[in-house]
């Protein structure tokens, strides 16, 4: 272990989220247009450059890693990269090794994923009516998530259900959804829609379902007990009483939490995002490739925590995308 990475607003830097691929097997309407155009194969860190670049982090001192994407389990030989992370799970440097999946190949990785030693995953769902699950997808089955679902917790996998906003969409379903968690004991968060990257078709101020509208309709089929627990994140928790859940709410686009922020992306080619609001990034790619040192990419680490902003720049308030990122979600994994 080498000295703990601490920003200059005196934030301990120990979560990592990266993204292996920025290609999916879905093309969901608030995340991708259906004619992406992904990078080039050489852009991409090789696995073995992400293992050299995650295990940099964890030597400094991250214990939580999230692999994301695109979609994480469509990348290539995707369980050599985990098993190489779970040596890291062993030696203890690493608290948690967990993944955000859209569930669709679920299916094949759930047991080797367990036996790696991830015991978390957090799949996306955002309706449980098949129809409407193809409209927003536009590629994906629903029945092939829920058989995801099924091998995680035959697995031993704990199953959190992230589901997006989206007015119209699934409002509709917010209490047949809530239900159908808590069936499963799985735990349940919302996400509010963000203005990423130029679609081309969707307006997402359409799609936007504001997720204080959200809790207000919660509240009125169940008691929501607000939870003091804080992961760092932008999300705020409540227990409902009737049914023990616990209930997330991800608000990207508020100011609230930037003061606890933990965490830094890393994307698929290795770029380093210090805040998912902001467009600065540090190249950690050159670093990493221009020697066979760890050195120069531990110095180039340190100099990227040293510009972590202290807060984020989106601003929905007048109902306009002032804050509007070029970046898909899918490139900096959400
Ligand atoms: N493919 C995986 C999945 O869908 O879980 C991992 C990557 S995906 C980019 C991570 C999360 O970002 C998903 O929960 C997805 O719903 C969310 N997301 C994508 N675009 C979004 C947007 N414009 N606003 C809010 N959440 C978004
Ligand atoms: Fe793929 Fe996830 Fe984006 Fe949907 S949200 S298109 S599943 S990366």
Redesign the pocket.
């Known amino acids: 272990m080498t000295a703990p990475l601490i920003d200059p607003f005196q934030r301990r830097i120990d979560y990592l989220r990266v ?1 292996v691929t920025d290609r ?1 097997d ?1 093309r ?1 309407v ?2 991708m247009s259906e004619d992406m155009t992904f990078l080039p194969k050489k852009e991409l860190l090789t696995l073995e450059e992400l293992d050299r670049m995650c295990s940099a982090f964890v030597k400094m001192g991250v214990e939580k890693l999230r692999i ?5 389990l469509v990348r290539r030989n995707i369980m050599t990269f985990f098993r190489a992370m779970s040596r890291h799970l062993e030696s203890g440097a690493l608290k948690e090794l967990t993944l ?4 669709s190949q679920l299916h094949r990785f759930a047991q080797d994923l367990y036996d790696c030693g991830v015991r978390r995953v ?3 769902l ?1 309706t449980i009516d098949e129809d409407k699950f193809a409209k927003i997808t536009r590629w994906g089955a629903l029945k092939n998530v829920l058989r995801g679902i099924d091998a995680a917790q035959a697995a031993g996998l704990r199953v959190k259900i ?3 906003a989206l007015k119209g969409i699934n409002e509709p379903e917010l209490i047949q959804i809530t239900q159908w968690c808590a069936e499963r004991d799985m735990d349940l968060t919302w ?7 130029d679609l081309g078709n969707e307006d ?1 101020l359409d799609q936007y379902w504001s997720l204080k509208d959200l809790r207000k309709s919660l509240a009125e089929h169940y008691t929501l007990n607000e939870l003091e627990e804080r992961t760092g994140g932008p999300a705020r928790y409540v227990q409902l009483q009737e049914t023990g859940q616990k209930i997330g709410f991800i608000t ?1 686009l508020t100011h609230n939490f930037c003061e606890s922020c933990n965490r830094v992306r890393l994307t698929c080619t290795g770029q380093l995002y210090m805040c998912l609001g902001q467009e600065d990034d540090a190249d950690l790619r050159s670093a990493l490739r221009g020697s066979e040192s760890d050195r120069p990419l531990e110095e180039a680490i340190r100099a990227a925590i040293r510009l972590k902003p202290k807060g984020h720049d989106f601003d929905y308030s007048r109902q306009a995308v002032d804050g509007q990122m070029s970046r ?3 490139h ?3």
């Open positions: 993204s999916c879905f969901c608030y995340c994301t994407g695109g979609e994480p955000t999946t859209n569930g957090n799949i996306s955002d992230n589901a997006v996400i509010e829609v963000m203005p990423m990257g997402r990207p898909h979600m899918s900096t994994g959400g």
